[in-house]
């Protein structure tokens, strides 16, 4: 687990999550509680040490309504190569060539919870790259992630600026665009362009659900006869549909949001606080709330 002394060359300190049956070498701080019910939401702290050194090096999460995981701490731990694994990541050409898109549903009647915090990380890239000017996206699914609520807090009246779907196969077609671009998996970089494109703005967006927005899966238009075809659940009763319109996850969005410098500037905070609702009297300075289903980012001073 501590391992400085094999830690790669060049590698940045980020948050990392890992399941919890992955993590190997560390023990439970009996000392470090920190729940809101009877588990463990890491309000205390690192709750769990390396085996070997005793330090603090990871929070375990197992609590109710949160999801369980393990989160490393990126300055007690170091990545080390293991033998056998070839250390360069995986290309583009060969993520985007398998195909493997984030279904936007899941078959429990909800909205995809990868695809709603994507949309809500996205969303916030959105806002900033306005600057407070309307903003269209691409019709179908693209549309349903992000048109609403950009039409609900952006002002009214036609986009002065578009965000289009672009990269690895999908050019960017203006150097001054608003561009969605997938993420590496492996690298947690964002794709870029090269040569004049370069300058374009970048919104990230997990590599799944890129690759469902620019090669969207179609559904059969009726129901299919002999052996069920590729990822059909089954045939009768059909797939529930979602319990609820689409929304984007607000936490991500406002994690997202407060820690982009763009969301401080002077052009975007008049137009959110604007558009906020004048029911919501309450003083908040900058902090992101919910504005009749709609996030939004509130100055009042």
């Known amino acids: ?9 060049g590698e940045e300190c980020a948050d990392i999550v890992i399941a919890p049956g992955a993590i190997r070498g ?19 702290g690192p709750n769990l040490a390396c085996t070997a050194c005793g330090l603090p090096v990871a929070t375990r999460i197992d609590d109710c309504s949160l999801w369980q995981a393990v989160w490393l701490d990126p300055h007690a731990v170091h990545p080390v190569r293991v033998g056998g694994i070839d250390p360069a990541p995986s290309s583009w050409e ?3 060539g398998k195909g493997e898109g984030t279904c936007p549903v899941v078959p429990i009647a909800t909205w995809n919870p990868q695809r709603e915090a994507a949309a809500g990380q996205a969303l916030a890239h959105l806002l900033v790259a306005s600057e407070g000017r309307p903003v269209g996206v691409p019709d179908g699914l693209t ?42 998996p492996q690298t947690g970089r964002v794709w870029t362009a090269t040569g004049p494109a370069a300058s374009a703005y970048p919104v990230p967006l997990p590599l799944g659900v890129w690759l469902w ?24 009763p059909p797939p529930p549909l979602p319990n609820g319109p689409f929304r984007a996850d ?12 763009g969301a401080h500037a002077r052009q975007l905070r008049e137009v959110l606080t604007h558009r906020a609702s004048v029911g919501l009297a309450q003083r908040l300075c900058g902090v992101v709330i919910t504005c009749r289903g709609t996030l939004v980012w509130r100055d009042v001073n």
């Open 1 to 9: 687990m501590c391992a400085p002394a094999d830690a790669l060359p």
């Open 250 to 261: 607000r936490g991500t969005f406002e994690h997202t949001l407060l820690g982009l410098p």
């Open 94 to 96: 060969k993520l985007t």
């Open 26 to 44: 560390t023990r439970l701080i009996p000392d470090v509680r920190g729940g809101a019910c009877c588990g463990v939401d890491g309000g205390g």
């Open 213 to 236: 927005l620019t090669s969207p899966r179609p559904h059969p238009p009726m129901p299919a006869s002999g052996r069920l075809p590729r990822d059909v659940l089954r045939d009768d």
């Open 143 to 184: 549309a349903d992630m992000f048109r609403h609520t950009l039409a609900a807090v952006l002002p009214a009246g036609p986009p002065e600026q578009c965000a289009f779907l672009a990269g690895p196969g999908h050019p960017i077609p203006d150097a001054s665009a608003i561009v969605l671009v997938p993420v590496h």
